[in-house]
């Protein structure tokens, strides 16, 4: 079975500073990761996407986010954030090649002018 | 990536009656899924709606709630049954071709029972 636990259920931060969104998981098997994001009223957009490739996988919109297999963390990080980044962030698990998602609590990001 | 349309994308429904939403995406996909999304919570998987076979339900779902079709491999419908107030939610489709693990979310039905 896999989970992950988003370690805060909300982040504020004003433009132009940089956004951390913490994410552990626990996986029995090799996992996929990926970070959703959904902002108010419209659905999920596929951020990022880790797969067992390159530990450091670069998603839309300036966010990257770093697999660390010794931490079992999974964080999302932006070095500047924007306006439009306001939304609630999903940090979701797989077990590789099973379909079926396990999805966070969330984080809700406030960008302050 | 697929693209993945949905209808109707909000709904105000009396207690007692039943809707169907319906998923549409716009090329053929293996895999395709139903999530409810409960009024400031996470989305939990509800089943996996199978082409030409019976919905594989999660544990807390069944198929006479929640009937799914899947006639073809770009079409599948949600019905929510006999529905109450704690149906109100968010309902969203999503879709997974056969060479990806990365599922696409459509926009979401947006629920409410009074």
């Known amino acids: 079975a896999q989970s992950v636990t988003q370690l805060d259920s909300h982040v504020s931060v004003s433009e132009g500073t940089p956004v951390l969104l913490r994410c552990n998981y626990s996986s029995s098997y090799s996992p996929s990761l990926f970070w959703y994001v959904q902002h108010p009223n419209k659905g999920l957009q596929l951020l990022l996407k880790?797969?067992?490739?390159?530990?450091l996988v670069k998603g839309i919109n300036g966010f990257e986010a770093e697999f660390k297999k010794s931490e079992t963390s999974f964080h999302l990080t932006k070095p500047s954030a924007h306006m439009s980044d306001a939304a609630e962030y999903f940090c979701?698990?797989?077990?590789?090649?099973?379909?079926?998602?396990?999805f966070g609590a969330g984080t809700t990001v406030t960008v302050r002018a | 990536s697929a693209v993945i349309s949905q209808k109707p994308s909000r709904d105000i429904c009396q207690r007692g009656t039943s809707l169907t939403i319906q998923c549409q995406v716009d090329?053929?996909?293996?895999?395709m899924f139903w999530y409810r999304q409960q009024p400031g919570q996470s989305l939990t998987l509800i089943a996996t709606a199978n082409q030409g076979s019976e919905a594989t339900y999660e544990s807390g779902f069944v198929i006479d709630k929640f009937p799914i079709s899947r006639p073809n491999l770009t079409f599948s419908t949600l019905t929510v049954s006999n529905m109450s107030p704690e149906d109100s939610s968010i309902y969203l489709c999503s879709a997974a071709g056969a060479s990806t693990d990365t599922q696409y979310f459509g926009p979401g039905t947006r629920l409410t029972v009074l």
């Open positions: 880790y797969t067992s490739a390159a530990t």
């Open positions: 979701v698990v797989s077990a590789f090649n099973d379909y079926k998602l396990s």
């Open positions: 090329s053929q996909v293996t895999m």
